[in-house]
């Protein structure tokens, strides 16, 4: 049985053979194209659908389809932070994320912005100074809340 890890590096090495990009493959599926690389790269399972369409479009082998439909571990099996793209989201993170988390506060209450519910765009903006990578993250936002389990029905907020 093959990783979902390694049939994504399979299907990117055909995609980039086929001079197809990611969102070539986005429109096919119907899909935005950030959610469309994060699937196909082991993020997320596949619907059986879509993965046919992969399979048509990439000549893909049935094991390979096979672990695009898979339930993923959502964590890569390697440290990625020494890729210099990622890392500098990292950086990212580290220079603005208290920043972010403190408006956030200010903007909504007491609550975190949803990972697993939220959409990723990406597009490309013309700059005098090069172009620039253009990022929105929207993510719904999660009030900290807490409920004890004896309190089924009657959960308790805590006050902002």
Not at 45 to 66: F, K, Q, W
């Amino acid at each position: 049985m093959i990783s979902k890890e390694d049939a994504g590096y399979i299907l990117d090495e055909r995609r980039c053979k086929l001079g197809l990009s990611w969102r070539d493959l986005a429109r096919r599926l119907d899909r935005p194209p950030v959610w469309t690389a994060a699937a196909a790269l082991g993020m997320h399972p596949i619907p059986e659908g879509e993965a046919e369409e992969l399979r048509g479009a990439l000549n893909l082998e049935d094991e390979i389809v096979d672990a695009l439909v898979r339930q993923p571990t959502r964590s890569p099996s390697r440290d990625l932070s020494d890729d210099p793209t990622i890392y500098r989201f990292h950086e990212l993170v580290q220079v603005y994320g208290p920043a972010l988390k403190s408006l956030i506060h200010d903007e909504f209450g007491d609550g975190i912005m949803s990972a697993i519910n939220c959409s990723i765009t990406l597009e490309r903006a013309a700059h005098p100074d090069g172009d620039r990578v253009v990022m929105t993250i929207d993510g719904k936002f999660l009030p900290y809340a807490w409920a004890s389990s004896g309190e089924v029905g009657q959960e308790k907020t805590a006050a902002r």
